[in-house]
Structure formats: structure tokens, C-alpha cells
């Protein structure tokens, strides 16, 4: 039951390691001509989903090409709403939307959270049998979005560029919001634990569009549902300690309060200088980032030198786990992406060596 | 020739006011039907700004409505770039373009300069007739996209969601970004030093896609030939103080470093906590901001409550310049504007009456 390599563990606990762990978000995903072929197979991102199968086989596509140290059930952050019966789907080379977002007072009063053993199975079911394919070698990440970048979306119906209905809402009808958020976080503390359940080993909150909220209304409409959902949390399941990591994009100004809820780590985007944040959250949480996905799109040289520059800015010691500041870009060739985890693997060590003595 | 209400100016000075003063980013645009009326007559958003008296017309226009501190030339961003022989275009409902995008290096190598005074004369007739339409009531601004904003556009032909050319040309030809950004350093100097001479009596640099750089690569491909712009700008005409105002969207985890380039102000987006931001940047400068735009989407008693709430964490004292944190939308219905400057004026007074002793 042992992990063979738990690296990224120890280091979103802050506790010592010979490298600096590394992941990508969306490692699974359309930049792999495999992934593409399951894709088809399976006919549709949603059909790849709910196939836990197919979904495991993504899920560890991206392992044997390249050295990481976890692996992410593959999935969606909005599969929460879908399960409150919104209607999940994916036009064609355009983002997720819901074919019955919220247009009224009536269906915000009628929403409720969902069962994730009955309405979830099939993400539980993806989760174990990607436990179970993994055979212990790394760890498995389960996820959600946030309650709010839920919300963002069952009051749209898609995505925005000012998610001007949602703002709306907050500015004129905070109770409608408050509510929606309330159950959301209900909804996603029990759809986390329940992936715990099944098998994952760390847990990581995507609040992809907390960043474009006013401060004010990013702590009370944003956090503070982060916070319920993280307080909520199983700390420890089958005697493992179950880290959490919250990523705020463009949340860098809020670092400190985003620190401050109990997660064990906070995720990054590339716009935040990785020493001055380290400098500000001191010894409270673990780091996760923060290179920026466009370097992928360039070459092996350009892809070691900025590598070097994030472990650089972060310096010595336990507590950084590296990653993009964003998802991985479907247009990164895959040599890139293996000279970027051979790199962090390799030119990491150093930054450790006075740790483990 | 003395300012009947120099309000505006003072504050960008940090010297004392009876209240503070507020115009917002596009505040002549499409949310006002008169504008629509004069849009229609000059038959485009270009022709229009290449007209003198219509782009005096329209500029002059929010005045009527509203008791604004400044007025703004009406003009586009990208004007340089397209003196430089781009070709700026506007598809309806779409944002700006460039015919002739930077593709090759030759290109790159073949820019140059251009010369305000022939080749931007209507930008400067633009700014020459508004100013004496305005009749020395209130300030007239003149502005122009920073240099990495421009070459954002130059060198993709258009606005993206990712910049990927500019980022790769960043992370693999450095060199390249770097001849752009000085040939737009240059020509955007000159051009707002001649927008100076033709009667502009502040100045503003828009740094629109600045935010989307990271932490190390914005102090170097950004911010460096921001500051270089204000370290070439006339600071004093025909008598007057010509104070500047840099405005990075999503820069307020770069205040600090914005703040010690020289410019008088600097712009925040509504993303900042104005009351931390003034604790950062102490006496240094004057801080233009910082309402979300999506509060004028809703009705004029959130307007209110949410424009004392910017107020008060400003709080009390010189160096506050109200604004929106983004350009106004347009479906912004006018009544909503009209209760925002009304609530400025009135409401900001007793924030001010120490100051006035």
C-alpha cells in the first residue's frame, strides 16, 4: 500500500525531498497524439469521462512518456453542476456549458447538492480504476472547481469575459449568490471526500475565475466557500495524510488570505515572482508553479533556461511542487514537456541537498 | 488660460482638493446614444477619430450629461503602429486589427519612427480642437498604448487569449521584442510629447496586456520601456505641469515596482484592495481607480453603496482619482453613470476637509 514515490506528498506537506516534484496541469490532454486516439474511441470528452476505463488509460498516458511525480483522475471541474442536472456539454472547439443554467429565482431555490455515490459514480469509478492502474507507483489527484467558478458557470451557462449576469447578481441579489455558493460548497466538500473514498491521494480546488472578482468580493463570494469546502475536507484517510492544494488564477495579490484558509499548498500563476512569494508565505504553505505554459511552445533551450529561473526563484529547501502557472496549451510538442520534467528532475537536486543532510 | 476646475490635475499631484475628482476610461463610447448618432454620421470608429470636429463632438459629449473632472481625447490605442504603416481596421463587433502584422524579421528591421506632426497629424487636430472646444473648463488627457501593448498587436495582428507569438518571440528571439519595443518607445515619446504641444494637459499610457506577462519577463519586456517613455516626457508646458498616469490591467501585484518608474499616478484595476495598494505606495504617487465595471450593469443604489465603498478604502487626504478599473461597457445604461460622478462629488468631501483644513 505503499507509495514507490511519494515526492509530491512530502512536498506539499513541506516535509524534505532529493528533487523538487513536478506535474502539469492538463498533462492528460489533446497535446498527446495517444490521447487524441482515445478520444475518438471514446467519441466525445464527456463519453472519455464516464468511461473509467478510457478515462484511466488518459490518465496515464502522459506517464510513460515522461517522469512525473502524480498523476490527475481525468475529468472535469464542472462535473458538480452537471450532477445537479444542468446539463453538462461541449460545442466544438469551444469551452463547457450548461444547457439549463440558472435563469431564475425558482431553479436557484430547487437546487440541491448531489449524492456522489449515486450521481458522481462514474468519476468515483474513474478514480479507483486509475488507483488502481497506478499500482501504488505515484500518487492520484482528485479535484473540483471551486464553488464559485461553479457558479460562474451555472449563472451563465458558458464562459465570459466579464461574466456580466454574475456580477449582476452579486452586486444586486447577494442572497441569490449566497445560496448558490452554499450549496456548491456542500456539494463540492462531499464530491472531494467521496473522491478520497475511491482511492484519491491529494486534492486540489480550482477557482478559475475568482481573479476577476473585486477584492471585497473575491473574500466574500470566492474564499470563504474555499475555505468551507477546505474545512471540510478528510485530513487523513486509511492512515495517509490527503493534502489539499487551491489555485486561484490571477489570486497572486491575494496570496496571503489565500494562505490563510488551511490548504497545505497554494497553486500559482506565472505573473507572480516565486521568491517574493515564498518570502510572504513563509514557512505556512507548500507552493505549486508557476512557469508559464507559453514556454512550451518554444524549444528545449528556452524550456531548461526558464525551468531553471522558477527553481531558482524558489531557492533551497522543502515546500515547492512545480507546474505551469496554467493548463498545458494543446499546440506544446511533447519533447518540450519531457525536457521540461527531465530538467526539473535533474537540476532540482541541488536545492535539496542541505535538507536531507 | 488657468483651468476653471483643476481638480483633476491636483490630484494627480497629490496636492490638496475639495473632493475627489473622477472621469472613466471610455467614457465617450457606444453606452450613449448621441455617441451612436455621431458613429453613425462619420461611418466608422476610424474615420471618426480622423475627424477632428466629430472626435472633439464626441469627446465633449459625457460633459453635458455629467459632472466629470477630465475629458479624454477621443482616439484608439494603436494609433502608432499604424502610423508605422499597419494598417489599424476595425471588423464589426470585433476588436482592433492590424492588414500588415509584423511576420518576418525584415519587417521587424524595417520599422521606423514615424513623425507626429505629419504622419498622427489628426490624432494632434484631434487633441488641438478638443482643447479649445473644452475651453480651458476642465483638463483634456492625451494617451497611447504602452510599447509591449503595441507590439502585443503588431506582432499577432490582433488581440488574443494567449499571445502565443509574442510569447514564443519573447522566449526564443528576445532580440526581435527588444528592437520592436525600442522603435515604440521612441515613437510613442515623441507622440504623446506631441499631443503635449497640440494641448493635452495630462498624459496616459494604457498598458493593456501587460498583466498577461510574468513577473520577470513584465520588469523587462514591459515596464523597462514604460519607464523609458516617462523618462522622455515633457513634464512641464507653456507653464503647466503635465503629470502622467501609467495604467497596467492586472498589474496590482507589480504596484511597487510600476510605482517607482517616474509617472505621477498609476491606474489600478478593480481586482486591488485600494487601501492596501495605498499602504504600499505611501506619498509616492497618485492612484487612479479602482470601481469593478460590472457595477454600473445594475442599478443606482449599488452604484452608491459600492462608490463609497471605493472611497472609504482610499480614505482620507490628497492623491485619489476616481475611475473604473476597466473601460465602461457598453450596455451601461447612462443613469448609472450620471449616480456614480454624482455619488463622487458628493460623497468625497469629507474625505478631504482636513486636508483643506
Known amino acids: ?7 509530491f506528498i512530502r512536498a506539499l506537506l513541506r516535509e524534505p525531498t532529493e528533487y523538487t516534484p513536478v506535474w502539469l496541469m492538463r498533462q492528460a490532454g489533446r497535446y498527446l497524439p495517444e490521447y487524441k486516439r482515445t478520444r475518438a474511441k471514446a467519441g466525445s470528452f464527456i463519453a472519455l469521462c464516464k468511461d473509467a476505463d478510457l478515462a484511466a488509460e488518459v490518465a496515464l498516458q502522459p506517464l510513460v512518456r515522461f517522469q512525473l511525480d502524480a498523476a490527475i483522475v481525468f475529468s472535469d471541474i464542472l462535473t458538480v453542476p452537471d450532477a445537479m442536472g444542468l446539463g453538462l456539454y461541449f460545442a466544438e472547439g469551444e469551452g463547457p456549458k450548461f444547457e439549463r443554467p440558472l435563469r ?3 431553479a436557484i431555490r430547487r437546487l440541491a447538492v448531489p449524492d456522489p455515490d449515486s450521481d458522481l459514480r462514474y468519476v468515483l469509478d474513474a478514480v479507483s480504476r486509475t488507483r488502481s492502474a497506478l499500482a501504488n507507483s505515484i500518487p492520484l489527484i482528485g479535484f473540483s472547481g471551486s464553488p464559485y467558478t461553479l457558479a460562474c458557470y451555472m449563472i451563465e451557462g458558458e464562459g465570459r469575459t466579464d461574466f456580466a449576469s454574475v456580477k449582476k447578481m452579486l452586486y444586486q441579489r447577494p442572497d441569490l449568490l449566497h445560496r448558490i455558493l452554499q ?19 491529494a486534492l486540489m ?3 478559475t475565475w475568482g481573479g476577476m472578482l473585486s477584492d471585497r468580493a473575491f473574500a466574500t463570494f470566492s474564499l470563504a466557500y474555499t475555505q468551507q469546502v477546505i474545512e471540510g475536507l478528510k485530513r487523513h484517510h486509511a492512515g495517509a495524510r490527503i493534502p489539499s492544494i487551491v489555485f486561484t488564477k490571477g489570486g497572486g495579490g491575494w496570496l496571503d488570505k489565500i494562505a490563510a484558509i488551511g490548504s497545505d499548498a497554494v497553486g500559482l500563476d506565472w505573473t507572480v515572482d516565486l521568491r517574493a512569494a515564498r518570502q510572504r508565505v513563509g514557512d505556512r504553505v507548500c507552493l505549486q508553479g508557476n512557469l508559464d505554459p507559453a514556454v512550451l511552445l518554444t524549444d528545449t533551450e528556452a524550456v531548461i533556461s526558464e525551468v531553471s529561473a522558477v527553481l531558482a526563484a524558489y531557492g533551497t529547501g522543502a515546500g515547492h511542487v512545480f507546474n505551469l502557472g496554467h493548463g498545458i496549451s494543446q499546440h506544446t510538442p511533447p519533447e518540450n514537456v519531457a525536457a521540461l520534467v527531465a530538467a526539473v528532475r535533474d537540476r532540482s537536486r541541488s536545492y535539496h541537498k542541505e535538507a536531507l543532510g
Chains 1, 2 share one sequence.
Open 1 to 7: 500500500m505503499k507509495l514507490q514515490n511519494d515526492t
Open 205 to 207: 480546488i480550482f477557482d
Open 183 to 201: 450549496v456548491n460548497a456542500s456539494a463540492v466538500t462531499a464530491y472531494l471526500n467521496a473522491q478520497v473514498e475511491a482511492g484519491a491521494q
Open 104 to 106: 431564475d429565482e425558482a
